[in-house]
């Protein structure tokens, strides 16, 4: 049950971002600015918590390749995000759209890492598909 509590902080952390991104948005500020700066400071946090977790770095030429691809899904799907949060007439409609990866990642990791689905998980699914239905009525 950690990891729900933990998503629970992610879910407070990522709600409040995503209402500053709303805001800077509203007051004409580029999506690409907005991504240049939150990704550059958010680098520096990261790698000021390295340093005071005392990690390692070292990562093979493969490990680099495949977070080399999570960077460009991440540019995507930010730039994507911001701009829909900026034109969408309520920031929790985009939010709930792009919500919507769970269904992506969770079909994706029966079929990728043979991770099981349970019936609750499914009900919660298909009510999530029926929310995402209402919302673009």
């Not at 999506?31 to 990562?59: E, K, P, Y």
């Not at 759209?97 to 019936?119: P, Q, R, Y």
């Amino acid at each position: 049950m950690k990891w729900f509590f933990l998503a629970l902080g992610s879910m407070t952390c990522f709600s409040g971002m995503l209402l500053v991104f709303k805001h800077l948005t509203r007051q004409g500020v580029a999506a690409s600015i907005i991504l240049v700066f939150t990704l550059g400071l958010a680098l520096m946090f990261n790698l000021l918590h390295i340093g005071l977790r005392g990690d390692s770095m070292r990562i093979g030429a493969r490990t680099l390749a495949w977070l080399a691809l999570a960077a460009g899904l991440s540019y995507g799907g930010n730039l994507l995000f911001i701009r829909s949060i900026g034109v969408a007439p309520n920031p929790g409609y985009p939010t709930a759209v792009e919500g919507a990866k769970a269904l992506v990642v969770m079909m994706a990791s029966i079929w990728i890492f043979g991770s099981h689905l349970t019936i609750p998980g499914a009900i919660g699914a298909g009510l999530c598909v029926a929310g995402l239905v209402l919302l673009a009525l």
